[in-house]
């Protein structure tokens, strides 16, 4: 059993950066890809992006990309998302997950949540 704990949420604003933290327990951590995903207000859970075990692969969607940088250290247990130039539409409670190396990582298929973190961006 996997316990994720996120960090780093506050309010900010536009045009700002906030660097998410995500701790890991209770398991091997670098058996996991790791990433992000985000809810906003009234809408469904989104991917935001994945690193993927050994970090030697990261993706990001589409939105995010250029702007949020995934890191991960295994020797740390620990998983990052730096995010910067920071929009309104960035506000969401951002989850870190971690999901099986053998599959695509979609919500279906994250085996571990954390809690998430609450990120304001205002304008």
């Known amino acids: 059993q996997v316990q994720l704990l996120e960090s780093g949420g506050g309010l900010v604003q536009a045009g700002g950066s906030l660097r998410l933290s995500c701790a890991a327990s209770g398991g091997t951590f670098s058996r996991y890809n790791m990433g992000w995903f985000r809810q906003a207000p009234g809408k469904e859970r989104e991917f935001v992006g994945v690193i993927v075990w050994s970090g030697g692969y990261i993706y990001y969607a589409d939105s995010v990309k250029g702007r949020f940088t995934i890191s991960r250290d295994n020797a740390k247990n620990t998983v990052d998302l730096q995010i910067n130039s920071l929009k309104p539409e960035d506000t969401a409670v951002y989850y870190c997950?971690?999901?099986?190396?053998?599959?695509?990582?979609?919500?279906?298929?994250?085996?571990?949540w954390g809690k998430g973190t609450l990120v304001t961006v205002s304008s």
């Open positions: 997950a971690a999901g099986p190396v053998s599959k695509a990582f979609t919500a279906q298929n994250v085996d571990y």
